[in-house]
């Protein structure tokens, strides 16, 4: 599948987020873009450190900040990195996103512009719940 206009705006935001990624040991650079349902977009890159485990994956970093700027209410999220394939988010960053965005869908890309498109509850298989 292709980019459509409907998704190159997320593609854009995700890439200039990308650009600022800060993958200092992995050099695997990755830019995150997450819509609101108003339509609003925010967005986050990860950031190494050198205690490797406290690095932070560019999707928590687009999570946290929209939930910091007050939004509750989130439609997609569009992951960006230069892999063959299309990444997949890690299993903290589907737990948070299911958290928060149980109806979340999820459109992975990389810089050939290749689209994979799935949801958060297809991503995260039975997934813990204070409410279960
Ligand atoms: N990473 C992300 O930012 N998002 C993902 O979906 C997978 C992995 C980051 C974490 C680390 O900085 C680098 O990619 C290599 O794992």
């Given at each position: 599948m292709s980019l459509s206009d409907l998704h190159s705006e997320l593609y854009e935001t995700a890439h200039n987020a990308r650009e600022n990624a800060?993958?200092?040991?992995?050099?695997?650079?990755?830019?995150a873009a997450l819509r609101t349902k108003s339509g609003k977009i925010y967005f986050g890159s990860n950031i190494e450190s050198?205690?490797?485990?406290?690095s932070i994956c560019a999707e928590r970093v687009a999570l946290f900040t929209a939930l910091s700027n007050g939004e509750r209410e989130f439609?997609?999220?569009?992951?960006?990195?230069?892999?063959?394939?299309?990444?997949?988010?890690?299993?903290?960053?589907?737990?948070?996103l299911y958290d928060y965005?149980?109806?979340?869908?999820?459109?992975?890309s990389n810089l050939k512009k290749?689209?994979?498109?799935?949801?958060?509850?297809?991503?995260?298989?039975?997934?813990?719940s204070l409410s279960s």
């Open positions: 800060s993958a200092i040991y992995s050099n695997f650079k990755v830019g050198s205690s490797f485990g406290l439609d997609t999220i569009f992951i960006l990195s230069n892999s063959e394939i299309p990444a997949s988010p890690c299993g903290a960053c589907r737990q948070l965005a149980p109806e979340l869908n999820v459109i992975m290749e689209i994979v498109i799935d949801n958060i509850k297809n991503l995260l298989k039975n997934p813990f």
